[in-house]
């Protein structure tokens, strides 16, 4: 039965194997589970080793070879999640279906399982059920939601109230909220649609990288290249096919911004896009939506379609001869690593997330070894309006050398949760205020890939020689316990590492073990220099921009939060207060039946 | 490939190399060896093992990747950098299972001649004792996973130069590990004893049966004289 | 002048280390010149006499009294040498940490291809120390200031950080010496 299902999935991508993630993902979703005689199918209908398919497939944590429950809920994990209670509602569920967290329930209706940030901390908790996302949950909730799925109900029927705007659509049905808390003159503004499209086909390649110069817009993921820049050595690489990405696998923990783009603002994100495609010259576009968004897939895919029908895509757009563009979606499948711009690349030709080899740069040979641009949504959003308004409006907005607006997704200790248009140059207190935040002990920037600062640092503003961030906001009140959250955010850089090279893989491993040691109260002053020494070879060493930045939050706390460690770490007196005998005993006075006479006093 | 020459430094000493040479590369051709291991002539470079780590103008960046480029100060043989290579070498040794006194690839392994080189004598972070695998049906090859530092170069070996695809990488983070392009094991696979795969792991995790110990101690390849000083010594 | 004193001992190893000790052959005759030997096997002293300027190890912990012992060092000496690889990382013992305790006490005691125990007993004896749940480097309990690997160590290894340290001079180590095996 299996056979026909693999073999129809597989021809409907032309048994393609660089449309592998597709191919895995249907599949995924219609069997449950890939096992080894599908892999041994899918190897041979697309003419890959198997080992390669086997690969992909282990790599996404969505994706498995076990068979899971009809309803897979992944309960999300994130440190904003648990500081509202996720770990109660995880009790919650795990009473109500009479199993623990990583198993499904016995007639195999229901798996539980733990994810990291969806994209949600603006309604944490939250949890994403197949793939519809409850949010808002309480213990009530969860037992009404658990008692549902015994009873066979299907994931789509737990939305009983839809979210405000296009959540309500009838596309999307979700009961997600957008919570816009600030609108600002860039992305949020009142407009008309392809405005911007239409001065861009009048205009040559040349003269809007001309325009994005003037504009100085900088990426909006974190890492702030100039997209004019880019875009001009993209256009200028040698290739006759070239390539489009919008990155819309927001995955850094805390941030939900391009959720609410990808909801209200599609439009003006595809706008830019195919602004992009005329720009370097490429006719293939490609939205990488992380597989936590997958509920707006259908919404988007018919936006697609109408500009399709509006000839704002395809052939000879908007009547320019030889104009010819196109997008499609790409469906990620549970992996951080895939907004590193060549991690996202390879997922998108059918692999396994790992970072590329840098040279050749995307913008040489990127997927399939075309020169390819990838852009944050938020970055193409501001294209499309630059070319509306021109450069000269958009450099006037924010700071000399931080042109623009910033979208902030601010969750955590604050009153109004949610995304907020700020012009570049906006201080933390000034946010802090904003979003009704009290009693402020630090606040998280960037997400985890970022700083977590403190008190003496709220005067310094978002812009990119400051604090640059991709717009994570995480704000921690006084009685947080800050290493507390460092361990569950390095847990997290543990989980998601692609596992290429040696300082992400192992390193994260042995700081993760360290601090938690200190956080039990098992740490010793000399670990403090190790925790430093270790995060500063992983930072340099690292190969990507994962591993460079995954010490941060013990870096940072170790610069900004040091008391914090000093009052928990005992001077070292020649024990390893990390050995514990009575944890060693334990198994053998077990199967002895006996206590240690040695170690008695210890009982 | 172009013979013109491209100028450039490493730790201030001028060196002359070639258009489409790594920094890896040109420094070996120019005596001065930059420690790696997952580095392997022939093949695609992986980059993986991050202990050719240098400075080129500042920045971190593996010499096996990185080409030539005129006028570029490169950073090798410091004491920073030194210590970094040090704690990447003790890393791969407590994420591992590497007992050596009874490792057939002892005294010919690129990580312990490393380690051996920086002069390491315990590495400095605790042992994981993970829980590997070993695969040894295949009737002329072992697969010892304890050992196994992902370094990529039978994966890599078997596509560029024995045109197959007997190993891939499956997994993700700590979880990473080797697997085998069959769904049982090495049997399964079109491996050969004669394929330059079997030969490519720099540590004791790929070994040929009936080989083992066939040096005795004292002749082995880094008994005497450090890794890389055949390069320096040129 | 008193001589500073030197004790050993012999946790989870096999004392081939020990036995590398007196490898350094009609060295050991300057060695009694530098040094007393306290606590030993050597001299078969079991209790320290009083407090020691090195005390070397041999092998890792697997059971309580590893631990107590290794403590009882740490507590007397000022610096404490970890010799051997069973030391520095558990070594061959340490090959059981991937397996559980029980299964280990199964295979070694009822279900090993050589065990002859009808009765299927498994020793219990309290004299018998209780076992860890699994082999710790000694790193892991104490703090260790000196490594010295190999399995055995080579006895010029064991000579030259001898001296170097009672001489008060830095562990230099030449090349061939340092061996993992």
């Known amino acids: 039965m299996n056979d026909k299902i693999i073999s129809q999935v597989c021809s409907t991508y032309n048994n393609n194997k660089t449309r592998m993630m597709d191919i895995v993902t249907t599949l995924n979703k219609q069997l449950g589970g890939i096992d080894d005689e599908s892999i041994d199918l899918i190897a041979k209908a697309t003419g890959s080793?198997?080992?390669?398919?086997?690969?992909?497939?282990?790599?996404?944590?969505?994706?498995?070879?076990?068979?899971?429950?009809?309803?897979?809920?992944?309960?999300?994990?994130?440190?904003?999640?648990?500081?509202?209670?996720?770990?109660?509602?995880?009790?919650?569920?795990?009473?109500?279906?009479?199993?623990?967290?990583?198993?499904?329930?016995?007639?195999?209706?229901?798996?539980?399982?733990?994810?990291?940030?969806?994209?949600?901390?603006?309604?944490?908790?939250?949890?994403?059920?197949?793939?519809?996302?409850?949010?808002?949950?309480?213990?009530?909730?969860?037992?009404?939601?658990?008692?549902?799925?015994?009873?066979?109900?299907?994931?789509?029927?737990?939305?009983?109230?839809?979210?405000?705007?296009?959540?309500?659509?009838?596309?999307?049905?979700?009961?997600?909220?957008?919570?816009?808390?600030?609108?600002?003159?860039?992305?949020?503004?009142?407009?008309?649609?392809?405005?911007?499209?239409?001065?861009?086909?009048?205009?040559?390649?040349?003269?809007?990288?001309?325009?994005?110069?003037?504009?100085?817009?900088?990426?909006?993921?974190?890492?702030?290249?100039?997209?004019?820049?880019?875009?001009?050595?993209?256009?200028?690489?040698?290739?006759?096919?070239?390539?489009?990405?919008?990155?819309?696998?927001?995955?850094?923990?805390?941030?939900?911004?391009?959720?609410?783009?990808?909801?209200?603002?599609?439009?003006?994100?595809?706008?830019?896009?195919?602004?992009?495609?005329?720009?370097?010259?490429?006719?293939?576009?490609?939205?990488?939506?992380?597989?936590?968004?997958?509920?707006?897939?259908?919404?988007?895919?018919?936006?697609?379609?109408?500009?399709?029908?509006?000839?704002?895509?395809?052939?000879?757009?908007?009547?320019?001869?030889?104009?010819?563009?196109?997008?499609?979606?790409?469906?990620?499948?549970?992996?951080?690593?895939?907004?590193?711009?060549?991690?996202?690349?390879?997922?998108?030709?059918?692999?396994?997330?790992?970072?590329?080899?840098?040279?050749?740069?995307?913008?040489?040979?990127?997927?399939?070894?075309?020169?390819?641009?990838?852009?944050?949504?938020?970055?193409?959003?501001?294209?499309?309006?630059?070319?509306?308004?021109?450069?000269?409006?958009?450099?006037?907005?924010?700071?000399?050398?931080?042109?623009?607006?910033?979208?902030?997704?601010?969750?955590?200790?604050?009153?109004?949760?949610?995304?907020?248009?700020?012009?570049?140059?906006?201080?933390?207190?000034?946010?802090?205020?904003?979003?009704?935040?009290?009693?402020?002990?630090?606040?998280?920037?960037?997400?985890?890939?970022?700083?977590?600062?403190?008190?003496?640092?709220?005067?310094?503003?978002?812009?990119?020689?400051?604090?640059?961030?991709?717009?994570?906001?995480?704000?921690?009140?006084?009685?947080?316990?800050?290493?507390?959250?460092?361990?569950?955010?390095?847990?997290?850089?543990?989980?998601?590492?692609?596992?290429?090279?040696?300082?992400?893989?192992?390193?994260?491993?042995?700081?993760?073990?360290?601090?938690?040691?200190?956080?039990?109260?098992?740490?010793?002053?000399?670990?403090?220099?190790?925790?430093?020494?270790?995060?500063?070879?992983?930072?340099?060493?690292?190969?990507?921009?994962?591993?460079?930045?995954?010490?941060?939050?013990?870096?940072?706390?170790?610069?900004?939060?040091?008391?914090?460690?000093?009052?928990?770490?005992?001077?070292?007196?020649?024990?390893?207060?990390?050995?514990?005998?009575?944890?060693?005993?334990?198994?053998?006075?077990?199967?002895?039946?006996?206590?240690?006479?040695?170690?008695?006093?210890?009982? | 490939m172009s013979e013109k020459t491209i100028k450039f430094k490493i730790d201030g000493k001028e060196i002359q190399g070639k258009v489409g040479q790594t920094i890896l590369e040109a420094a070996e051709e120019a005596g001065i060896y930059i420690p790696r291991l997952c580095h392997l002539k022939g093949i695609t470079p992986h980059g993986s093992c991050r202990v050719c780590t240098v400075k080129v103008n500042g920045r971190p960046q593996t010499a096996c990747t990185q080409p030539v480029v005129e006028g570029i100060e490169v950073e090798n043989d410091t004491e920073e950098i030194t210590e970094h290579r040090k704690n990447i070498i003790d890393m791969l040794f407590v994420e591992g299972n590497h007992f050596c006194m009874f490792c057939q690839k002892s005294g010919n392994c690129e990580l312990q001649a490393l380690a051996y080189r920086f002069g390491i004598l315990a590495p400095k972070y605790p042992y994981q004792f993970p829980k590997r695998e070993l695969d040894a049906t295949h009737p002329d090859i072992f697969i010892d996973k304890n050992c196994c530092i992902l370094c990529g170069r039978c994966v890599q070996t078997s596509k560029d130069i024995d045109g197959k695809n007997v190993f891939e990488f499956v997994g993700r983070g700590p979880e990473k590990q080797l697997a085998v392009n069959s769904k049982a094991n090495l049997a399964g696979t079109d491996i050969s004893v004669t394929d330059k795969a079997a030969e490519a792991c720099p540590v004791g995790a790929i070994i040929k049966k009936q080989e083992g110990y066939a040096v005795p101690v004292g002749k082995r390849l880094y008994d005497i004289k450090p890794i890389g000083s055949e390069i320096e010594n040129k | 002048m008193t001589k500073p004193k030197i004790a050993t001992t012999s946790l989870a190893g096999c004392f081939g280390c020990h036995m590398s000790i007196l490898d350094i052959d009609e060295r050991i005759l300057q060695l009694v010149e530098l040094v007393d030997f306290d606590k030993s096997p050597v001299d078969d002293i079991k209790k320290f006499t009083g407090r020691c300027l090195v005390g070397i190890i041999e092998g890792g912990c697997c059971n309580e009294d590893n631990v107590h012992v290794l403590k009882y060092f740490r507590e007397n000496c000022d610096v404490l040498i970890a010799l051997g690889d069973c030391a520095i990382n558990g070594c061959i013992p340490s090959m059981r940490n991937e397996i559980p305790l029980k299964e280990c006490f199964d295979e070694a005691y009822k279900d090993g291809p050589t065990v002859y125990n009808p009765e299927g007993i498994i020793p219990n004896d309290p004299e018998i120390p209780l076992v860890l749940d699994r082999v710790y480097p000694c790193s892991e309990v104490v703090k260790i200031d000196y490594h010295l690997p190999g399995c055995p160590p080579n006895a010029d290894i064991i000579w030259e950080a001898l001296v170097a340290l009672l001489n008060n001079k830095p562990l230099d180590l030449p090349y061939e010496l340092v061996k993992y095996d």
Not at chain 1, 299 to 313: G, S, V
Not at chain 1, 547 to 559: A, E, H, M, R, V
């Open chain 1, 49 to 603: 080793p198997r080992v390669l398919v086997e690969s992909t497939i282990s790599f996404y944590s969505f994706l498995s070879k076990d068979k899971k429950g009809d309803v897979v809920v992944r309960l999300c994990n994130d440190v904003v999640d648990n500081m509202q209670g996720a770990k109660e509602i995880k009790e919650v569920f795990e009473q109500e279906l009479g199993i623990k967290c990583g198993e499904t329930t016995e007639d195999g209706k229901v798996t539980l399982e733990e994810t990291p940030c969806i994209g949600m901390c603006d309604q944490a908790p939250a949890a994403l059920i197949n793939e519809t996302v409850v949010t808002s949950l309480t213990k009530d909730k969860a037992k009404q939601v658990a008692q549902d799925l015994k009873g066979g109900a299907a994931a789509e029927t737990l939305v009983k109230d839809l979210g405000d705007g296009n959540n309500a659509n009838d596309l999307v049905k979700s009961m997600v909220n957008n919570n816009v808390k600030k609108k600002g003159e860039v992305i949020f503004a009142d407009r008309e649609d392809n405005v911007g499209l239409k001065a861009a086909i009048e205009k040559t390649p040349e003269s809007i990288i001309e325009d994005l110069k003037i504009s100085k817009l900088r990426g909006r993921g974190g890492a702030g290249f100039p997209t004019g820049l880019k875009w001009a050595f993209t256009r200028s690489a040698d290739g006759d096919n070239k390539t489009v990405i919008c990155n819309a696998d927001e995955g850094e923990p805390g941030t939900f911004k391009d959720r609410v783009i990808l909801t209200e603002e599609c439009n003006l994100l595809f706008e830019g896009m195919t602004i992009g495609g005329y720009v370097i010259g490429a006719e293939t576009g490609i939205i990488y939506l992380r597989g936590e968004y997958a509920y707006l897939k259908v919404f988007l895919e018919d936006a697609l379609d109408k500009r399709r029908e509006a000839n704002l895509l395809g052939k000879n757009i908007l009547g320019k001869d030889g104009f010819n563009f196109d997008i499609r979606i790409q469906l990620g499948a549970g992996a951080y690593i895939c907004g590193e711009e060549s991690s996202l690349i390879s997922s998108c030709e059918g692999l396994r997330g790992d970072p590329k080899t840098r040279p050749p740069f995307p913008a040489q040979k990127g997927y399939l070894q075309t020169p390819t641009a990838v852009n944050n949504v938020e970055t193409f959003c501001s294209v499309a309006r630059i070319l509306e308004k021109g450069g000269v409006w958009f450099a006037e907005i924010g700071t000399e050398a931080s042109p623009g607006t910033k979208l902030l997704s601010i969750s955590g200790d604050c009153d109004n949760p949610g995304v907020y248009e700020f012009e570049f140059g906006v201080t933390i207190n000034d946010m802090l205020s904003e979003s009704g935040a009290k009693d402020t002990k630090a606040v998280l920037v960037g997400g985890p890939s970022g700083q977590i600062i403190g008190k003496d640092d709220f005067d310094k503003a978002i812009c990119y020689d400051d604090l640059a961030t991709g717009g994570a906001i995480v704000v921690f009140n006084s009685t947080r316990d800050i290493l507390k959250i460092a361990l569950e955010y390095m847990e997290f850089f543990v989980e998601e590492s692609c596992g290429y090279c040696t300082p992400c893989r192992a390193g994260n491993v042995l700081l993760r073990n360290c601090l938690e040691n200190i956080v039990e109260g098992k740490g010793q002053t000399t670990d403090l220099k190790y925790l430093e020494e270790l995060g500063e070879s992983v930072q340099f060493s690292s190969r990507c921009g994962l591993g460079q930045t995954s010490p941060n939050p013990i870096l940072s706390t170790l610069k900004n939060f040091k008391a914090d460690y000093e009052a928990l770490v005992k001077e070292d007196d020649g024990f390893n207060p990390a050995f514990d005998i009575n944890k060693a005993l334990s198994v053998a006075e077990d199967i002895q039946g006996r206590k240690s006479v040695i170690f008695n006093e210890n009982h």
